[in-house]
């Protein structure tokens, strides 16, 4: 059974960055697509980006040019860059994988933004 590990959460103040890492085991990320979500207190849980099987990469439109997705096959991780991070950023930030009819998510990692 595979399984994801978010880590790289914490408290930042406006303006700074964070990176987080999304750890696999059990399974080749490579061979998955593989994406991070969010969800803010009293919102939906929303998409924030993806790395298909074959590598391509996708950010929500309201989050390009701020936040950057990549993958390291070597380590089986998946990150997530995160840069001029402001208050409405703060959220439960999730990892997702999926392949055909097998989904996987990990157990969140928060994210916090505030002077």
């Known amino acids: 059974q595979g399984q994801l590990v978010e880590s790289g959460g914490g408290l930042v103040q406006p303006g700074g960055s964070l990176r987080l890492q999304c750890a696999a085991s059990?399974?080749?990320?490579?061979?998955?697509?593989v994406a991070w979500h969010r969800q803010a207190p009293g919102k939906e849980r929303e998409f924030v980006a993806v790395?298909?099987?074959?590598?391509?990469?996708t950010v929500t439109d309201s989050l390009k040019g701020r936040f950057t997705v990549s993958r390291d096959k070597t380590k089986n991780t998946l990150y997530l860059q995160m840069n001029v991070l402001k208050p409405e950023d703060t959220a439960m930030y999730y990892c997702?994988?999926?392949?055909?009819?097998?989904?996987?998510w990990g157990q969140g990692t928060q994210v916090t933004v505030s002077s």
């Open positions: 997702y994988a999926v392949r055909g009819d097998t989904t996987l």
């Open positions: 059990g399974f080749n990320i490579s061979t998955y697509a």
């Open positions: 790395v298909s099987e074959i590598g391509s990469t």
